[in-house]
């Protein structure tokens, strides 16, 4: 297990290093995505004027406040992965996205990816986003702002972390180890529930 401090953006080398049970704390650039933000980049054609290669992304839609300047952040908190699995293959192979964060996981099409194209997911806790918010300086720049609050955000971030490596470009994940060691011991518990 290592801890891996990363000045984004990042090459393919740093990200095929990370192990599950790695942490990693990430300072920089990290880029905010949802659900409406990839279905219009990836289903719509819509481009982006950000450069993501090398980057993290972060699966949220924050709260924000309007100001003279732009916003600023009111709280930043991570939603689930899972109803976005089928767009990290586009984020990879496409923008050249190294890093995924979220929570719940992804399943095996994006572990297939992270192992062809060098990436990892990284997980948070959920019900952090007071404390993510506080690892976030700035909101530098919004793409897609018509999406609001599903926009491309552009994030300025400094210490944000440590964040759980939990899936792997070597084939692991925390999930299916949690889902397998489950299933193993389902009978037996089953039995002394006196279930049939």
Same mark, same amino acid.
């Not at 992804?106 to 952090?128: H, K, M, P």
């Given at each position: 297990?290592?801890? /891996? $401090?990363?000045?984004?953006?990042?090459?393919?080398?740093?990200?095929?290093?990370?192990?599950?049970?790695?942490?990693?704390?990430?300072?920089?650039?990290?880029?905010?995505?949802?659900?409406? #933000? *990839?279905?219009?980049?990836? $289903? @719509?054609?819509?481009?982006?004027?950000?450069?993501?290669?090398?980057?993290?992304?972060?699966?949220?839609?924050?709260?924000?406040?309007?100001?003279?300047?732009?916003?600023?952040?009111?709280?930043?908190? +991570? +939603?689930? &992965?899972?109803?976005?699995?089928?767009?990290?293959?586009?984020?990879?192979?496409?923008?050249?996205? @190294?890093?995924?964060?979220?929570?719940?996981?992804?399943?095996?099409?994006? *572990?297939?990816?992270?192992?062809?194209?060098?990436?990892?997911?990284?997980?948070?806790?959920?019900? #952090?986003?007071?404390?993510?918010t506080t690892w976030i300086e700035a909101i530098e720049d919004v793409d897609?702002?018509?999406?609001?609050?599903?926009?491309?955000?552009?994030?300025?971030?400094?210490?944000?972390?440590?964040?759980?490596?939990?899936?792997?470009?070597?084939?692991? &994940?925390? /999930?299916?180890?949690?889902?397998?060691?489950? *299933?193993?011991?389902?009978?037996?518990?089953?039995? @002394?529930?006196?279930? @049939?």
């Open positions: 297990m290592a801890h /891996y $401090d990363f000045s984004m953006p990042i090459g393919e080398a740093d990200a095929r290093r990370l192990r599950v049970n790695d942490t990693v704390t990430l300072n920089g650039t990290l880029f905010g995505i949802r659900d409406a #933000t *990839q279905i219009h980049m990836f $289903d @719509r054609g819509r481009k982006t004027r950000f450069d993501l290669k090398g980057h993290a992304v972060i699966h949220t839609a924050p709260n924000v406040r309007k100001t003279a300047s732009g916003y600023e952040p009111v709280c930043v908190g +991570t +939603t689930t &992965s899972d109803r976005m699995e089928r767009f990290t293959r586009p984020l990879m192979a496409q923008c050249g996205v @190294r890093l995924v964060i979220g929570k719940g996981g992804l399943r095996g099409d994006s *572990q297939q990816s992270f192992a062809e194209l060098g990436g990892a997911y990284l997980a948070i806790i959920g019900g #952090t986003a007071a404390l993510e897609l702002d018509d999406l609001h609050p599903e926009s491309l955000w552009k994030f300025r971030v400094k210490g944000f972390g440590p964040l759980l490596v939990a899936m792997d470009s070597h084939g692991a &994940s925390l /999930y299916a180890e949690v889902k397998a060691s489950s *299933q193993a011991k389902r009978p037996e518990a089953v039995r @002394r529930l006196g279930v @049939r």
